[in-house]
């Protein structure tokens, strides 16, 4: 039977970093027939035949891993988050991971975590650096403005879910008044950075609201944001897939870390100061006369992601 491609679809997602990372696969993929499968529903899936690239951030119920035996998988830039380990690695997990090993780990904590499983494994940084500038602006499309997406959203009280047990939330109800004096803090040395800038400042949120919208608006809205990060001179953001995609653009980026030291975000962000700045926000007025200088050092992990992609999807 041929192959039929598919990608990871967030039908309950509210963040745009997810529907990036599903542009970049089909991107990659470039075919016009491709299978989207709910990333927290594989184990449902019944058809035949479909070749799933399984990359990004798993997952939000770890209780339906492992996915169905219907899917083929090819495990590129796999994130396995804390929060997920334990149910995720149980012994038929991990039996699971080695049946399709090597896997192809988005970050060294992924990689050194299923590694001490026994599980085969290779750094392969992230899909979204495969993302094509041309796609979304014209190679003459001038550079203007900064972007300022979700700076410092961990920092933030107003951003915490609200924990459902006693002990949680009382912790949560102690340390939000030094959270929100850290967040206070943080965003006046953001203002006072963006105030000694002569360009034109855009801010914008990687969160969406998902009432009474559906996934070619969420679609949509991850162009918009790509495009955006596409023509801008400057990107600062705490959030990695509006990171990302600026390094595949040659987009400079500054990545602001205050906020992210829980293991559940660091884990995140564990390989990935090769590609951008990762600094906190008392470190911006370094930056002040200066925007960091593109890297190259995505190009080999671009190749080896879409190597990797092609030969799996060969008939």
Known sequence: MPKTPAVLSYPNSNNLGDFIQSLAAKQVINKSKILEIDRDELHRFKEEGASLIMNGWFMEKPQNW??????????????????????????????????????????????????????????SACLSLCLNRENFVSKSTKREGIYVISPLERLNPKSEAVEKSFLKKTIQQIKRPNK???????????????????????????????????????????????????????????????????????????????????????????????????????????????????????????KLLTNQINNFLKD
Request: hydrophobic letters at 35%; a positive charge.
């Open 180 to 302: 929100r004096r850290k967040f206070q803090v943080a965003m006046e040395r953001l203002e006072k950075f963006l105030q000694k800038q002569s360009e034109n400042i855009y801010h914008s949120s990687q969160l969406i609201q998902t009432r009474n919208q559906n996934k070619p608006m969420h679609a949509e809205k991850a162009k918009i944001q790509l495009k955006n990060i596409a023509k801008a001179k400057l990107v600062i953001t705490s959030r990695i897939h509006s990171a990302l995609p600026a390094v595949a653009f040659g987009t400079p980026v500054l990545f602001l870390s205050d906020g992210l030291d829980h293991p559940n975000q660091k884990s995140r962000l564990d390989g990935m100061e090769q590609f951008f700045p990762v600094i906190n926000s008392r470190d911006l007025y370094r930056w002040e006369n200066k925007f960091p200088k593109p890297l190259q050092n995505h190009i080999p992990y671009v």
């Open 66 to 123: 492992p996915p169905s035996d219907k899917i083929e998988p090819l495990f590129l830039s796999f994130h396995l988050n804390p929060t997920a380990e334990k149910k995720m690695l149980s012994q038929e997990g991990i039996n699971y991971l080695k049946t399709h090993q090597p896997i192809g780990c988005r970050d060294y904590y992924t990689q050194k975590c299923l590694s001490s499983h026994g599980i085969k494994t290779y750094y």
